[in-house]
C-alpha cells in the first residue's frame, strides 16, 4: 500500500479522537473538529478532481453515520463501519487506478521550511512510510480498539449491569470510575502494543500482574472479576493482533 494511504489512514483515526470519551452522538463543534482535521489532512494531496470527490465523500460518510447515529449511546457499531467505509474509500482512491499523490510543490516548500526549525525534519522522520504504520497502530489500540472492545463486551452480554446498560442512567460516581477504567484500559493496550513492537514480551506479564493487584479486593465479586478478566483478555488480544499487522506492514 502506498505512503498516501498510511498517512490519510492516520488523518481519519487522529480525526476520530473526538470520539475518545464520547459514547453519545457528537455535538455540532465535535462534528466540525471532524470535519477540519479531515479536510486540513487532505491539504497534503495534488489537487484535483479525484481530489474533490475524496473530500466530498469523507464529509458525507461523517454526516450520514453521524446522523445514524442518533438515538444510540453507545453508538460503537455505527462508528466502526463508518471507519470500516472510509478505509475501504481511501484504499480506492489512493491506489494505482486513480493514483492521488502528495503535492509536492507543498512537500518542498515546508522541507525548505528546515533551515529556520529542526521541528520539520522531525515532521520528515515521522512521516516516513514504516513511521505512519506505527502510528497508526497507535491510533488503532489507543481509540478504535476501544469501540471494538465494548461492541464485543455487549456481544458477550459481560459485565456490570450499570456499565453494560445506557450511560444516561450512569451516576457521577459510575461515569467517573468508567472512564478511569477506560484511560487504564488505553495504556494498557499501548504498552502491549509498544512492547511486541520492540520483542519485549516479559512487559506483557508486567502489565497485567499490575492490574490485577490493583483490582485485587474487587475480585470477590464474580460478575465484576469476570468483566475485567474477559474484558483484559480481549484487550490484550487486539493490541497484539494490531502490534502484529504493523510488524508485517512496516
Known sequence: MSPEFFFMVNVVLASRLVFLFRDGPLTAAGLLFLFIVQAV???AFQPGIAWAILLSVLLLNGYVFHRL???RNPATGVRLLSLAVQIVLLSVFFSPWIGISF??????SLAGLGRFSVLVSLFDRISRPGATVVL????????EANHLLRLLLAGLRVGPQALAGDNSTMTAADRREYNTGRVIGILERIIIYVAVLTDQIAAIGLVLAVKGLARFKEMDHRPFAEYVLVGTLLSLLLAVFVALLVKALA
Open 41 to 43: 489532512g487532505l491539504l
Open 136 to 143: 497508526m497502530g497507535g491510533l488503532l489500540v489507543s481509540n
Open 103 to 108: 503535492n509536492s510543490e507543498l512537500l518542498s
Open 69 to 71: 447515529e442518533k438515538g
